[in-house]
């Protein structure tokens, strides 16, 4: 099995560009989530989703947007990329947290920002 | 707002010995979830141990088990028997409308 996919895995952006990281997963996990995580520091949610269609605001939600259209997939867009944002990015998906299963995490994406 | 708090960065154990992290957490859900989450230098996240609000009995798995204060928003992990393979960064984590992380605790294990 597959598990969470993330792509890619480095990459190096300008100031001002734009980019979208790609998250899939195949375990049909209803809910996915994004994260940053800054070095020594915590996981701070961007955006989740708790099924097709339905996506919510994290705690640091500005610069970054997404969408839902499949269960499998979840992506994540920076516009106007600036220096704050670079960070490893983190994708997860799990099913709802009544049941008792752990949350899948991708690889992570290193994303500089220069 | 849904918050989660660990107060120390850093601790440090004695291979066999019982070491506790300590979480505190702010939530406004009656219906929640705690984890304690370890991530080694490899960066992959692996799950030690959950709590269901609901349940008054702390959990347990093998060496890690929990103390969960439900009244007093606090969520601490003990790890007995120490081992060189627990030297990780261990995350407190609570779901309730949100998956939120702690700062994370960095532990390391004297040989």
């Known amino acids: 099995n597959a598990g969470v996919t993330q792509t890619p895995k480095f990459r190096i952006l300008k100031i001002g560009q734009s980019m979208t990281l790609q998250c899939t997963q195949d375990?049909?996990?209803?809910?996915m989530y994004w994260y940053r995580q800054d070095p020594g520091m915590g996981l701070k949610l961007i955006y989740y989703s708790v099924g097709a269609g339905i996506t919510d605001k994290g705690e640091v939600p500005n610069g970054y947007n997404v969408s839902r259209s499949t269960t499998e997939d979840f992506p994540l867009r920076l516009e106007l990329a600036a220096p704050s944002q670079t960070s490893v990015y983190f994708c997860?998906?799990?099913?709802?947290?009544?049941?008792?299963?752990?949350?899948?995490f991708g690889n992570g994406t290193r994303l500089t920002v220069t | 707002a849904q918050t989660v708090t660990q107060s120390q960065p850093e601790m440090s154990v004695q291979e066999a010995e019982t070491v506790t992290l300590s979480c505190t957490y702010d939530?406004?859900?009656?219906?929640?979830?705690l984890f304690w989450y370890k991530q080694p230098p490899s960066r992959q996240m692996i799950l030690v141990i959950r709590?269901?609000?609901?349940?008054?009995q702390n959990a347990t798995e093998n060496r890690f088990s929990v103390n969960f204060q439900k009244a007093a928003k606090s969520f601490s992990l003990k790890i007995s028997d120490s081992q060189l393979g627990d030297a990780a960064m261990y995350f407190c984590v609570n779901q309730g409308g949100k998956l939120i992380f702690g700062q994370g605790t960095e532990l390391s294990v004297k040989p």
């Open positions: 375990m049909n996990h209803n809910y």
């Open positions: 997860a998906s799990s099913y709802p947290r009544t049941v008792n299963s752990p949350l899948h």
């Open positions: 709590q269901e609000a609901y349940k008054q």
């Open positions: 939530t406004s859900e009656s219906d929640y979830y």
